[in-house]
């Protein structure tokens, strides 16, 4: 099995191989996720001081807040792997007038 490597700004790399999911910082959820991570020891800040915009959930347990948005980690992740990269808002067909 090959891990695969995703730059997350800043110099900082992860193994997307141990990555359960990528979520916006924005819900109470989230939140709640990173406070515990903190108050365990299990989070990981790799901002570099910038704002949040992505954080990152490991089948660790581990907790990663990126400065990237989700949908660009993900980009580079379809990247790195070749595949079609698919953008939301051009993923519906506009009806013509």
Do not use: C
């Amino acid at each position: 099995m090959s891990i695969e490597l995703v730059h997350i700004g800043f110099g900082n790399i992860v193994a997307m191989n141990r990555v359960i999911a990528i979520a916006s910082p924005n819900s109470a959820p989230t939140k709640r996720a990173i406070q515990e991570g903190r108050n365990k020891g299990f989070l990981i800040d790799m901002t570099n001081g910038r704002r949040t915009k992505a954080v990152i959930a490991t089948d660790s347990g581990h907790i990663i807040l990126a400065a990237l948005a989700p949908e660009t980690i993900a980009g580079r992740l379809q990247t790195s792997r070749g595949d079609l990269v698919l953008k939301p808002e051009l993923s519906y067909e506009k009806d013509e007038p």
